[in-house]
């Protein structure tokens, strides 16, 4: 064979091997792909069927607005722990003492649309419930409202005329609130939500996300860290730190064990004025308020494990959640921080709180998340308002007040009323079961010691959420409402 021949015959069989080569590798990467495939459909097959009970619930939204009482809002719900001697529940219609009047004032019908509310410090917690008698709600109203006009003289409108009963005493109903009364209707109202503590909205804040409000006298040691029901570290330049230095706090939160466990979060922070005082006044000047602000209802800044864990980037403006929802995008815990004009804060108008949260339940309604979520809306303390029931005593720290608490998800009991014990703590628990194997934030387990006086989500007399969920039925159909729905 000449050397001609034999170029010819090796090229040949050069590309012959070259295309079975080919061949068999195209079929090796189909087949991988189509293995690929059917291995992501196995694990998304093996992965709904063991979604069950709790674990159905994907997305849990907590959406926190600020200052009523349990009474001022649901008090005369039919089948509620509601106001003695109205709408049909049993009892006596309390007439609580008016030291100015010397006389007494019943509850009323409140209609107008801004209220006054009272001051809401531990103190005042403690003097409202008057040694389990509920009666000094009008007391101390009108000292609040005099220590302010003595700081403030002829402060408009406040102090102009003081009211002939204080409003402290008055409830809302379906006529003014008709949104909040539609979900109690078709899903869950719970009317023993106690706020975590008998104090004001930083605590009540720290409690949401970290079981626990306290004062660090070290930086960066939690052992230094002691229970502060009224005055943990506060934001700069408050009465409660005249020092001026940013708070440390360093005892553990929910998301250290979130971020251990590969669980999505994010708090969620509306632009506009903080919804409470840092002095825990009854009035004070506005303080600008967003994502990169830390302050009352955006603590989760000054945790030290936050900042550990690089976890910042998950503190967003209110509009990121909205963009997250309608994409579908959800992470699997939110946290949701209102601006002051739309947080039912006395004397914002309750006329733009109700379209505000009504808006972020639609929004969530109309995301394809809906069918996994479970909207937990609440208030973060009692602002002062009259309530009757005298709160159980767990610690040093609480419980506080009761306060208005709502669940909504396609899994929610229709029209059910929780008259469980419960309060924010309980949140934390379902979190931990839904997402977290059980894990508490507990120093003994959680990889992180701190020196709480006890494991909040453990407490006996605590109740359990999941009972408030329906896992069997079929999910139901979205609620949509109407942002502005007329005011009677």
């Known amino acids: 064979m000449g050397p001609m021949l034999k170029g010819v015959v090796f090229v040949l069989a050069a590309a012959s091997l070259a295309g079975l080569l080919f061949v068999l590798t195209g079929v090796s990467r189909h087949d991988a792909r189509a293995d690929s495939r059917q291995g992501i459909h196995k694990r998304r097959h093996a992965r709904a069927v063991s979604l069950h009970g709790i674990h159905k619930i994907r997305h ?18 039919p089948g509620a722990d509601g106001i003695p001697g109205l709408a049909g529940h049993p009892g006596t219609l ?22 006054l509310g009272g001051p ?3 103190a005042d917690a403690m003097g409202d419930i008057d040694g389990g008698k509920m009666d000094g709600f009008v007391a101390q109203a009108e000292l609040g409202l005099a220590q302010f006009c003595k700081l403030h003289p002829g402060s408009p409108p406040y102090c102009a005329s003081s009211p002939k009963r204080p409003d402290v005493m008055g409830y809302h109903d379906r006529r003014e609130i008709p949104n909040y009364w ?6 869950v109202l719970q009317d023993h939500m106690f706020q975590p503590d008998s104090s004001w909205s930083l605590p009540a804040h720290l409690f949401l996300v970290s079981g626990w409000s306290a004062l660090c006298t070290k930086k960066g040691d939690p052992m230094s860290c002691q229970a502060a029901v009224q005055a943990p570290d506060a934001p700069p330049g ?11 706090y360093a005892w553990t939160d929910l998301t250290w064990l979130l971020h251990r466990y590969h669980v999505s979060w994010g708090y969620y922070v509306a632009k506009g004025h903080e919804p409470d005082c840092t002095n825990n006044a009854m009035f004070c000047a506005p303080v600008p308020q967003n994502s990169k602000t830390s302050g009352i209802v955006n603590p989760l800044p000054w945790f030290d494990d936050v900042h550990q864990d690089h976890q910042l980037s998950k503190l967003r403006p209110l509009t990121a959640f ?9 992470p699997s815990v939110s946290w949701i921080a209102p601006t002051n004009a739309v947080s039912d804060h006395p004397p914002s108008l309750i006329t733009k709180g109700q379209p505000y949260v009504t808006g972020l339940i639609n929004t969530i309604m109309h995301s394809r998340d809906w069918r996994s979520t479970a909207i937990f809306l609440a208030w973060d303390d009692w602002g002062g308002f009259y309530d009757h029931v005298n709160p159980p005593v767990v610690d040093g720290q609480g419980y506080g007040l009761r306060v208005p608490a709502l669940v909504i998800s396609p899994y929610a009991k229709k029209g059910y009323i929780d008259h469980q014990i419960l309060s924010f703590d309980a949140y934390l628990k379902f979190i931990e079961d839904d997402f977290l194997q059980g894990q508490r934030i507990n120093p003994r387990t959680d990889g992180r010691p701190d020196p709480r006086p006890d494991v909040r989500e ?7 959420l999941v009972n408030d969920f329906n896992f069997h ?15 009677r």
């Open 94 to 115: 309390p007439c609580v003492p008016d030291p100015q009047s010397h006389g007494c004032v019943h509850p009323f019908h409140d209609t107008a649309k801004s209220n």
């Open 120 to 122: 809401h410090t531990h």
């Open 458 to 464: 453990n407490a006996k007399i605590l109740g359990n």
């Open 60 to 77: 849990v939204v907590i959406i926190m607005q600020e200052n009523r009482s349990f009474d001022s809002y649901f008090g005369t719900y």
């Open 238 to 248: 408050t009465p409660e730190n005249p020092s001026g230095k940013p708070p440390d």
């Open 322 to 330: 909205e963009k997250e929802a309608k994409a579908g995008r959800l």
């Open 473 to 487: 039925q079929k999910p139901r159909r979205p609620l949509f409402l109407p942002l502005h729905p007329p005011y």
């Open 182 to 187: 539609a979900y109690a209707r078709h899903f």
